[in-house]
T-cell receptor, first 116, second 110 residues
Framework: GAVVSQHPSRVICKSGTSVKIECRSL??????MFWYRQFPKQSLMLMAT?????????EQGVEKDKFLINHASLTLSTLTVTSAHPEDSSFYICSARKTGITYGYTFGSGTRLTVV | SQQGEEDPQALSIQEGENATMNCSYK?????LQWYRQNSGRGLVHLILIRSNEREKHSGRLRVTLDTSKKSSSLLITASRAADTASYFC??????????FGTGTRLTIIP
């Protein structure tokens, strides 16, 4: 089956520093990956769509310069939270869509980011 | 913006009982999917129903779709303690983006 590995699962960082989260498809190629943010007891909000070899497409209201997305290969997308603030503390989840498959979305296990 | 509304927001039932969750959405869809999320974890895909389908079964899961009412329901029969989780519907139309509902937090009481 399709497996997506997300790393780290938990990270604590100081305000003002940057944090990188990796999303890796282990056994399939993913032209497109998605990054979501989830606040406690709330739903998933799409932040951006990451396309291999091109710029990410950000949802309205998401700061491009703050949430840097890089999708340099067909199996890896990264989200970097720059100059982190406590309000960036959240649960970040990635998903990957298998290339050529319209409906197959596989989710990572999420990253709990705490900014202190 | 968030597409779907789910109800109830929270549901507690005794083990062995059936659990029903409802999802309403706002626009046309290609398909609707249900996911489960255990606390602090990622999402697990449960079942997908296409817009031209009305009902689908998978094990103890039964999903219905009424496109005229823009609504779907997820029924979990003979619930187990391990079914305790949050359940989300997600819709897909046109582009690749899944839009998630607000979720139902299900608690199964042993």
């Amino acid at each position: 089956g399709a497996v997506v590995s997300q790393h780290p699962s938990r990270v604590i960082c100081k305000s003002g520093t940057s944090v990188k989260i990796e999303c890796r498809s282990l056994d399939f190629q993913a032209t497109t990956m998605f990054w979501y943010r989830q606040f406690p007891k709330q739903s998933l909000m799409l932040m951006a769509t990451s396309n291999e070899g091109s710029k990410a497409t950000y949802e309205q209201g998401v700061e491009k310069d703050k949430f840097l997305i890089n999708h340099a290969s067909l199996t890896l997308s990264t989200l970097t939270v720059t100059s982190a603030h406590p309000e960036d503390s959240s649960f970040y989840i990635c998903s990957a869509r298998k290339t050529g498959i319209t409906y197959g979305y596989t989710f990572g296990s999420g990253t709990r980011l705490t900014v202190v | 913006s968030q597409q779907g509304e789910e109800d109830p927001q929270a549901l507690s039932i005794q083990e062995g009982e059936n659990a029903t969750m409802n999802c309403s959405y706002k626009t046309s869809i290609n398909n609707l999917q249900w996911y489960r999320q255990n606390s602090g974890r990622g999402l697990v895909h449960l079942i997908l129903i296409r817009s031209n389908e009305r009902e689908k079964h998978s094990g103890r899961l039964r999903v219905t779709l009424d496109t005229s009412k823009k609504s779907s329901s997820l029924l979990i029969t003979a619930s187990r303690a391990a079914d305790t989780a949050s359940y989300f519907c997600a819709t897909l139309f046109g582009n690749e983006k899944l839009t998630f509902g607000t979720g139902t937090r299900l608690t199964i009481i042993p």
